[in-house]
């Protein structure tokens, strides 16, 4: 995979983790004990994009419109 779509790919992951953390605090309040980030072993040791909920695996996709 290219340089660039590993940055694309992180950035969307990175972008999406601020947005999910922010309504799942509003929505349960701080210090729930939820917290999400990105999953940086995933290559080598498998997995999904976004580690935070055992029961809820995310994989994080951006498309660009054209």
Sequence with gaps: MPVNG???GA??????VKILQQEVD????PG???????NL???R???YDITGLSWLAL????????
């Design 32 to 38: 729930h004990g939820i917290v999400f980030k990105r």
């Design 11 to 16: 950035a969307a992951e990175l972008e999406f």
């Design 6 to 8: 590993r940055k694309k």
């Design 59 to 66: 994989e994080i996709k951006r498309q660009e419109n054209m």
């Design 26 to 29: 509003v929505c349960c309040a």
């Design 45 to 47: 040791g498998g997995g």
């Design 41 to 43: 072993e995933q290559v």
